[in-house]
């Protein structure tokens, strides 16, 4: 099984970052691509950064995705995710929705916590449109700051544990997710200080993708997935706009 | 005052036959311009279309923007919409937002009337954005087909007429929105026909764009829909690179 | 056009300072009459009063209404506002629901903010009735108190500033409603000492009053707001009489 | 026990049926006192009719309700409720909030069944503000029509209970509630040809104010129906304005 | 009027406290028996307790309901009452079901308050089965401890009556209900001290009760709460097997 | 990795489709286990056997769980879950939950389609108990009937391929999941002649649940599904009381 892991953002080391985590989980027989966008941004985080990465994505996956068996979309928040999830033929999951929904096997409610008040209006977006609002205690920023995107983990670390420990006993939190891809592998590290399961957003969306293969489903030909009618465009980059036009 | 339209499609005549609306309603003194998207789709549709058409949004406003006191996003559906509300120091409307939420003033459940099928889930997923699914009697489309996006109102205008007329009784709904720019202007010529209120979307867009800029509300500083932090970019288009590195 | 403004409060200075807030920001042409009820309490705050008010709102319209092209039921909370809505042939707006929905082309969530504490069921009752929850972070009331309804503008304004200040940070708040008519105008003088948009509820209210006697909408024959058929009564003010008897 | 039940409503035919079936389901010992408004309309049926009500049922709880353990307000709608619990000492009680209540024990799902289409967009804001919208399986109306309101009963019955029957079916609802004082009596001479539960609105009520006052509840200090600060008033009928004023 | 309680609980101490609020509140003619369970936990707290709790429940009314005219599952977070609901012809009420659905008639918003933290899942689980998450305003523990389930409320009463007193004031609750049978009477002693309505489950249950005996329903023979067809089991005890079974 | 699936029904044939299923899916290196009840029935469907069902699950996961690494409650309807969640310290899974987040990743609206309409409320309060309302589409059943559970598969195929195709297109849903262990594996045969992706509820359990096992989890010690405090008890099987006593 050949799993493409798309990451968004321009920053090489976030996507090392994310596929050594995948790499970790994966089954036997999996292997693992991961790919960084060569346009947008070194990491995405406000809704305007969100609406240009979802397109980034869409390029990236138009041009790269044939061949495998599946597509991880590497940003929390899901840029692109429903649009790719028409055009492609293979499964597409997400690194929140994969999250959120194995949280959801792990207790009632599930707390996001992340490293970035700047993220919080595009992950509790995230959280309403996949429907989990009744399943979500809130989405929590660890305090503090951090120097670059790359040193996230390493700086917040202790912090984002710290606050861990607050959300839960303050949200009535069953599960915490650690939002965001540079806190990729965090969760392995540091479960042992967090008195309920916490979930890697990279490590459930290998397994994810993993389980959508291995079920096999068809690529809808009705309902609101199924590809959309071909259509012509101006300007986009080819493999995007030959795969819009239905000319592959 | 000086509104700015974009039309993220390609289709001038789309645009002109939006400019042409909103300047029939447009108050004594408001000036209206309106923008032809240079690249991207005649006519956006799928969600993967959106996730592009939401990029181009930005990339629009952020050249041309300056110097209005109010935009308007003109694809029902409003792509980009909030990520430009983030951005921009000015108000800015969707068609979609507007539409729904002037009908909301006329009576309890509104009914979203559209030409094709392919828009239903965009438009279903957008009343959820909004919040406003406790209010939406659904989204319905008129039966039948068209030939070029231009000839939308002319070949269905009866048809559409006639499916409002159904959709009042079956969905228990007390105003309609006529959903979609190629449909701007029928509402005005067919509302006799129908017997509860008829909202045109990008009439409503106009009118709430005016009142925005009437409120004179201050750009957020605070809140999830302040400017974000000036953030480098690589391979965007330069009005928008430079509005989000917070150059300009 | 001409807006008729009911102010179902017997407070003349109320009446007055809608009045002036209403023609501040009036397009050009339009002239704004407003009335004092005649009976009822010089500022309907609890559910038993705005009962009685709705009674009285419906009172004033029918006696009044004819010849205008719009009327504002000036009460945050809008009372009767459903009710005027079956009965008339115009559009009917009310200063919460303009306000509310005008906040939402604002930012995601918006904080309602008021002065004394008996007001907050009621609007959070109204809240609800237009469904939007969701989309409120809050119905908040500035500590302290005043001595006459005319003084609550002049005495609490500084508290009301740090309030709002508090409630955007504290509730997550995108945008901030001043509820209520005596604070009318306050938001004009103070907003650029809150980090976030504050709307006044009866600016948006003339907006949006304007904008739906722009968009020309029919009066429904059909749906749950059609005029219910003529029905006698008695004891009633003759021309609300009339008007439900459906003899004018 | 002294319970009374206020007709909003001014067809005495209404009240004594009514209260005939209210003293059929009443505990022993349980005294049960009437009465029909003075004001109003025949049979409340719009919003706007609805609006007026509540203030008429506030007019003559003010007047009547000393020296009864709990009043009922004799019309499915519920009007005025929450502003009498507000204002008097005993619990009050309305029929379709008892009859909704009820139903929630019979069943998961009930379904509402009403003789007038004019009825429903009342009630099914009646379901929405008790937050039942979830236990809620619609809003129907038997169809044709009826010569007076005194006779609804008479000459609806039958079809009444075969809408009753295919509600169940189609609705997939568990109990059915007869919406409407005209139908007080119904369900007990026809229940055995409905297969799930039918609840009587008046039996409900009836029965939910004994228990009530078998609970002793006391009259709230706190919270948001406590009895309102004293208010002044201009031109309300007297024991009103007494009783809003607190000088008795 | 003969109404069975059943204790699931093996703690006989419990039923004696049930059954002696029971017969105080119950009306004239209403006689009451009690049964405590032969198997179980001397008192269910968690989730895995509250599923074998449901088939003790079951097993309890299949031997002893025959005779009785309504039966009470004695246990807040009612466990086994919608399956006792299909399987019984006579009505089935449970303790907080009939707690919180009284509470609705006294306020717009209840606050369950109870003694340990243990119990709150089950509770919170039970407001959302019963669709009530809009009308409740949280589930909210005493602090302190106890030393054992028959002492309850001896020793946590003061910090209970403190408790509501918090929780009215930080959740805007109208109404307080005691949530568990350990409380069953307390509400009736201390309601003076605490500002709003205080609703006894065990009282409220047993009027609840006798509301549904005097509405006569027939037992369901549609909808989803019709008796589902005979089946045969393996090992269950004899009297629920048979019921099950459809053989009596 | 060593997975467990109970069977709480005491159908032999039904454990062994399901294991087959299971084995057929499972990755290498994964053995799986299934048991069947030893007693309960043949097939639960009611409110009321799926109480007495989840006691058996409780039963056989507290005797056979040790030594495995995650468990499957192998009944649509997921019975006695969330308690076996509390009690063990490895993942379980539902056959029913797995369905459904699984079917989330395939596409915004999922139905449920299954054999008998006495499955229906159960399965619709497992989609509420799991906040899922906002995703599916609705639970549907295919006409006709089946002589025994272990033929239901083969005499019902071809109805539920036509109902699938019927639901797609009425219900707009873009994923079918198969509910109920007699369809395990009907999925994959018959995938190709049904427009949208189609759920198998055991294979999407098995992938799950090594999901689970992948991610590693620590058992809760806090929050809602931290294992309870010990608790003795009276007639319990064995292993089930020592496992809720504590003592091992």
Redesign the interface.
Known sequence: MRLLLVNPN?SPGLTERMASVARS?A???VEIDALTA?????YV????????A??I??EMLSEHAPGYHAAIVGAFGD??L??????LPI?V?GLA??AM??A??????FAILTFSS?L??WYR?CV?????G??CAGVFVAGGGFTTIDNVQAEMAERIVEAAQGV??EA????VVFGGAPLAGLA?RV??R???????CV??AV??A???V?????????????R??G??????AEP?ASL?AGTR
Chains 1, 2, 3, 4, 5, 6 share one sequence.
């Open positions: 321009t989980v089954s036997a027989g060569h346009r947008g941004f070194p985080a406000s809704r305007a950064e969100a609406d240009i979802a397109a994505v869409l840029p692109g429903a649009g790719a999830r028409e055009l499964p999951v929705e994969a929904l194995s959801c096997m792990l207790g009632s409610r700047t919080v209006p977006d309403g449109r996949n429907g989990l009744g399943r839960i006993a009535e939190a069953d599960v392995e479960k042992e967090i008195p309920v399961p916490v979930v890697d490590a459930a397994k994810q993993e389980a959508l291995a079920l096999r489903p068809r690529k809808a030909v009705a309902g609101s997935f199924r959309p009618p259509k012509p465009s101006t300007g986009l995007l819009i």
